[in-house]
Antibody
């Protein structure tokens, strides 16, 4: 059974930083491109970032470009810097094709 | 802003057929994917590559495509199908995902 287990997140002040992690099991993780997707309270889904399998090409939504960094080794990561109130959301990791998603983790940016 | 357009809400009675549309110029060029999301849960893939259904997804869920519009059809809607439904595709270069705004399905 494929599982994506997320960790990290929490409450942070504007301008602060957080790191999210996503650990995969039940699949050959290195073969999969991965994405981060977020959902603000009461809103729809918003794609955040993509990282390829080999090579690990990266792409970012304009709303996070220059502030967030996606990376991977045996897990997937999202380093979030210069956080803004509007970054408040539940963040999900997801495999290419959307077949598998993490459980989501809440990031709340507030003073 | 969303490059894919969905109706905000659809209402049906149990046993009827629900159709949720998703429109966007990229859809003739990129595949569409459909997700079901219930409150407090992660999205679940219902349809991939326009019309394919993953194993484990009930047969009453189907996808179709015509030009710049894709449609999720739920035949014989059940009360448990009440949820938000999201369509997703990719930009023209296939570099990033794009989502519709989501459709809330109410089963009356």
């Amino acid at each position: 059974e494929v599982q994506l287990v997320q960790s990290g997140g929490g409450l942070v002040q504007p301008g602060g930083s957080l790191r999210l992690s996503c650990a995969a099991s039940g699949l050959l993780f290195s073969d999969y491109s991965m994405n981060w997707v977020r959902q603000a309270p009461g809103k729809g889904l918003e794609w955040v970032s993509h990282i390829g399998s080999r090579p690990s090409v990266t792409y970012y939504a304009d709303s996070v470009k220059g502030r967030f960094i996606i990376s991977r080794d045996n897990s997937l990561y999202l380093e979030m810097n210069s956080l803004r109130v509007e970054d408040t959301a539940v963040y999900y990791c997801a495999t290419e094709g959307g077949a598998h998603w993490g459980q989501g983790t809440l990031v709340a940016v507030s003073s | 802003s969303h490059e894919l357009t969905q109706p905000p809400s659809v209402s049906v009675s149990p046993g009827q057929t629900a159709r949720i549309t998703c429109s966007g110029d990229v859809l003739p060029k990129q595949y569409a994917y459909w997700y079901q999301q219930k409150p407090g849960q992660a999205p679940i893939l219902l349809i991939y590559k326009d019309i394919q259904r993953p194993s484990g997804v009930a047969g009453r869920f189907s996808g179709s495509t015509s030009g710049t519009t894709v449609t999720l059809t739920i035949s014989g809607v059940q009360v448990e199908d009440e949820a938000d439904y999201h369509c997703q595709s990719a930009d023209s270069d296939g570099h990033y995902w794009v989502f519709g705004g989501g459709t809330k399905l109410t089963v009356l």
